[in-house]
T-cell receptor, first 114, second 108 residues
Framework: ETGVTQTPRHLVMGMTNKKSLKCEQHLGHNAMYWYKQSAKKPLELMFVYNFKEQTENNSVPSRFSPECPNSSHLFLHLHTLQPEDSALYLC?????????????FGPGTRLTVT | RKEVEQDPGPFNVPEGATVAFNCTYSNSASQSFFWYRQDCRKEPKLLMSVYSSGNEDGRFTAQLNRASQYISLLIRDSKLSDSATYLCVVHYGQNFVFGPGTRLSVLP
């Protein structure tokens, strides 16, 4: 059983659509992360939130907009995406003290942009 | 140079074999190090943290050499269920940097 859930699990959208990905963690963590995993590429960290505050934005295009209303929920709002944005989007959470590095991942949303 | 590099793989080994994975990282300010495993079409899961003195968890042994900026993972007596992609992860600040992974297939 995973303590991190993501919805939807699969999403197909056109380049002009607007959609949102949702992540929820049930582990009492207070840091949450968005990653992108493209075929044959390493996981790329996109955004980091600690105590609902964004602390990292690794040069992600503005067509990706994160939102963290509380320490249990994380959203990724998508608009005017490009076909190269098709990938697996993974959410993760951890305790604020990140020295243990134990991140728990959700199952991911597989996004296809047509 | 990529921040985290790993053996390209894939590694195909028979059951019971010992297999070693290597990882190097470029950022000398890196603070913490981990091995994750990722099964096909699944999310990554923490396998073990890597400590400076080296650490062991059952059949798995991890080593860290900070001077050489090198991390290793040794799997002894490999099982079919060990088949997965093994990801080397380096942490500094708020960043977690994943290596490209090394795929392992354990064959009957």
């Amino acid at each position: 059983e995973t303590g991190v859930t993501q919805t939807p699990r699969h999403l197909v959208m056109g380049m002009t659509n607007k959609k949102s990905l949702k992540c929820e963690q049930h582990l009492g963590h207070n840091a949450m992360y968005w990653y992108k995993q493209s075929a044959k590429k390493p996981l790329e960290l996109m955004f980091v939130y600690n105590f609902k505050e964004q602390t990292e934005n690794n040069s992600v295009p503005s067509r990706f907009s994160p939102e963290c209303p509380n320490s249990s929920h994380l959203f990724l709002h998508l608009h005017t995406l490009q076909p190269e944005d098709s990938a697996l989007y993974l959410c993760a959470s951890s305790r604020r003290q990140v020295t243990s590095g134990e991140q728990y991942f959700g199952p991911g949303t597989r996004l296809t942009v047509t | 140079r990529k921040e985290v590099e790993q053996d390209p793989g894939p590694f195909n080994v028979p059951e019971g074999a010992t297999v070693a994975f290597n990882c190097t990282y470029s950022n000398s300010a890196s603070q913490s190090f981990f091995w994750y495993r990722q099964d096909c079409r699944k999310e990554p899961k923490l396998l073990m943290s890597v400590y400076s003195s080296g650490n062991e968890d059952g059949r798995f042994t991890a080593q860290l050499n900070r001077a050489s900026q090198y991390i290793s993972l040794l799997i002894r007596d490999s099982k079919l269920s060990d088949s997965a992609t093994y990801l080397c992860v380096v942490h500094y600040g708020q960043n977690f940097v994943f290596g490209p992974g090394t795929r392992l297939s354990v064959l009957p």
